[in-house]
């Protein structure tokens, strides 16, 4: 059972005087990598093949990201009566597709996979926190605000996970930093940027550049320092470092200025 439901979602507030189309057009991608949650909780009980415990505790992740998925393209039906969730998945599917079935994790031991999986959920627990702030339309603020949650829990459920890896596998700072930024790097691949396009674009051809610049501009406005703040805290624990420490403030002081030049740079072009 997770925590909320989306009979919890008071959807009859649905406000469209307060809808931002721009928001829109990042919550309709958002749906789409968070449905596709499945594929990935399919992956970790493959790669944690004779942890049963951990096997469950992935299944009802998984779950709980699909819930993401229906939560946010249902209010973006509401927001864009156009939009057809079901047939923008579909795309999504058909044209972005990864190995899920391997037994091996991509990150060279299970450590290293609860190392990404933990970054993701820095980022999607910081994401939906920024979008919760930064918008007026109460349900999508009330569907934000739920779904952070679970992504904070999703970070303590891997950090968890990962702790009794690194007992086992001993992974090396330098690895670990490796993995982290590695997985950051990441987030200018194909999955978020053909989700925009799947979700927003019928016509015009796929260009990664194009639709990763279109996500990543509209999505780093959003951010604040104190988002930022906490997901430094979160990936420093991840790594090993101090997350309250002097070279803690100033990467958060750095990734802050980083988010805002980016983001203002991306938008304007
Ligand atoms: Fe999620
Ligand atoms: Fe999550």
Redesign the pocket.
């Known amino acids: 059972m997770g925590h909320w439901s989306l009979d919890d979602i008071p959807w009859d507030r649905f406000d469209r005087s307060k809808v931002d189309p721009e928001i829109v057009r990042i919550v309709k991608a958002a749906s789409l990598v968070e449905y596709n949650g499945a594929a990935y909780a399919h992956h970790l009980c493959r790669i944690f093949h004779d942890d049963p415990e951990f096997q469950q505790n992935a299944r009802r ?1 998984g779950e ?2 699909i819930q ?1 998925g229906r939560a946010l393209g249902r209010w973006a039906e509401l927001a864009d009566p156009s939009f057809d969730f079901g047939a923008a998945f579909a795309r999504f599917r058909s044209g972005y597709q990864v190995d899920f079935d391997c037994n091996t994790s991509r990150r060279g031991s299970r450590s290293g996979e609860m190392i990404a999986r933990c970054m ?2 820095v980022g ?1 627990s910081s994401y939906y926190t920024a979008l919760r702030d930064a918008v007026e339309e109460p349900v999508l603020k009330e569907i934000c605000r739920n779904i952070a949650a ?2 904070v829990r ?1 970070y303590k459920l891997f950090y968890k996970n990962l702790t009794l890896c690194l007992a086992r596998e001993r992974i090396g700072f330098w690895r670990r930093l490796r993995v982290a930024a590695g997985r950051i790097a990441e987030s200018g691949d194909d999955e978020l940027a053909y989700a925009y396009y799947a979700a927003n674009e019928t016509m015009r051809p796929y260009e990664r550049r194009r639709y990763s610049r279109a996500y990543s501009g509209r999505a780093y406005t959003l951010c604040r320092d104190d988002h930022v703040t906490r997901g430094v805290v979160l990936i420093f624990k991840v790594v090993g470092l101090d997350p309250h420490g002097l070279l803690a403030r100033t990467a958060s002081r750095f990734a802050w200025w980083f988010i805002r030049y980016r983001g203002i740079r991306l938008i304007l072009r």
Do not use: Y
Request: proline share 0%.
């Open positions: 992740w709980e990201e993401h993701v959920e999607t679970d992504e999703h």
